[in-house]
């Protein structure tokens, strides 16, 4: 499995980004697909997943109003829109997906094995 984010980049507050994640794998629909961000210095945190069956998104309370996380089962791709970035949204966002993760462990980043390499979003003005 591999995965492959992309979107990431210099926003001034208040604006938005729209990651995406190609994922290279069979049955793409088949997976839970997940958000995480990681700020210099602190821990992963969760950001957003979904469950194979597109189910409403389940989202941090930091973000929840803001972001939005979709899934394109056609095109493997999953995307996170961010809009009224705040500066404390500044990470690197990572993609992360699993087959097996059950609905009370969605934000738990041990959940999933496969990870994307990340990619920047940096708020600033």
């Known amino acids: 499995v591999q995965l492959q984010a992309s979107g990431g980049g210099l926003v001034q507050p208040g604006g938005s980004l729209r990651l995406s994640c190609v994922a290279s794998?069979?049955?793409?629909?088949?997976?839970?697909v997940s958000w995480f961000r990681q700020a210099p210095g602190k821990e992963r945190e969760f950001v957003s997943a979904?469950?194979?069956?597109?189910?409403?998104?389940l989202y941090a309370d930091s973000v929840k109003g803001r972001f939005t996380m979709s899934r394109d089962n056609a095109k493997n791709t999953v995307y996170l829109q961010m809009n009224s970035l705040k500066p404390e949204d500044t990470a690197v966002y990572y993609c992360?997906?699993?087959?097996?993760?059950?609905?009370?462990?969605?934000?738990?980043?041990?959940?999933?094995?496969?990870w994307g390499q990340g990619t920047q979003v940096t708020v600033s003005s």
């Open positions: 979904m469950k194979r069956n597109n189910n409403r998104p």
């Open positions: 794998v069979a049955s793409f629909s088949t997976y839970t």
């Open positions: 992360a997906v699993d087959r097996q993760v059950i609905t009370s462990s969605l934000s738990s980043a041990v959940s999933y094995d496969y």
